[in-house]
T-cell receptor, first 112, second 118 residues
Framework: SQKIEQNSEALNIQEGKTATLTCNYTNYSPAYLQWYRQDPGRGPVFLLLIRENEKEKRKERLKVTFDTTLKQSLFHITASQPADSATYLCAPVNQAGTALIFGKGTTLSVSS | DSGVTQTPKHLITATGQRVTLRCSPRSGDLSVYWYQQSLDQGLQFLIQYYNGEERAKGNILERFSAQQFPDLHSELNLSSLELGDSALYFC?????????????????FGPGTRLTVL
């Protein structure tokens, strides 16, 4: 069955450092992969989408990579700030799919 | 503010009861999705509607049903409620490109309805 795994434990880093979050998937051939941010008690907010033929995508301090050979996506936040503290969800999407299948998320805590 | 509204924000009810959750999508969006989020299961896709028709189904229980109305708002009906149904229920909407098969569509999530079954 399809499986999505994200860093299972909370990730704690110091302000100014780069946070790297991992999303691994199995039994899946996603054509796209989306990353969302979720704050406690609130709905997820879209951050970035990367296609299978794109190795890397950037948006301000965010960078996403997509390695279809390793079946993995990495999500980087550079120069992290306490305001970046949240849970980050990855959602690989199959070619014919529309609904998002989310990983359980990685909770990032950035301390000042 | 995503532009997606959900009512009510909180709902407390008893086992065996039936409730209805309501969602209004962003203006112009044709697709509506329902998700359930519990602490142990994460965010689970339930069902998608596109322009009034069911488009995709996820892990939705038979006790649950949904519909999308001509004005594009959607309702999720949960019946014979059990303790395990306690969760956050999110509605999301998207443009619905390619007849609802647009898998690059950004989904915009509402604030959620927190359901507590006692």
């Amino acid at each position: 069955s399809q499986k999505i795994e994200q860093n299972s434990e909370a990730l704690n880093i110091q302000e100014g450092k780069t946070a790297t979050l991992t999303c691994n998937y199995t039994n899946y051939s996603p054509a796209y992969l989306q990353w969302y941010r979720q704050d406690p008690g609130r709905g997820p907010v879209f951050l970035l989408l990367i296609r299978e033929n794109e190795k890397e995508k950037r948006k301000e301090r965010l960078k996403v990579t997509f390695d279809t050979t390793l079946k993995q996506s990495l999500f980087h936040i550079t120069a992290s700030q306490p305001a970046d503290s949240a849970t980050y969800l990855c959602a690989p999407v199959n070619q014919a799919g529309t609904a998002l299948i989310f990983g359980k998320g990685t909770t990032l805590s950035v301390s000042s | 503010d995503s532009g997606v509204t959900q009512t009510p924000k909180h709902l407390i009810t008893a086992t065996g009861q039936r409730v209805t959750l309501r969602c209004s999508p962003r203006s112009g969006d044709l697709s509506v999705y329902w998700y359930q989020q519990s602490l142990d299961q994460g965010l689970q896709f339930l069902i998608q509607y596109y322009n009034g028709e069911e488009r995709a189904k996820g892990n939705i229980l038979e006790r649950f049903s949904a519909q999308q109305f001509p004005d594009l708002h959607s309702e999720l009906n949960l019946s014979s409620l059990e303790l395990g149904d306690s969760a956050l229920y999110f509605c999301a909407s998207s443009l619905g490109t390619s007849g609802g098969q647009g898998n690059t569509d950004t989904q915009y999530f509402g604030p959620g309805t927190r359901l507590t079954v006692l």
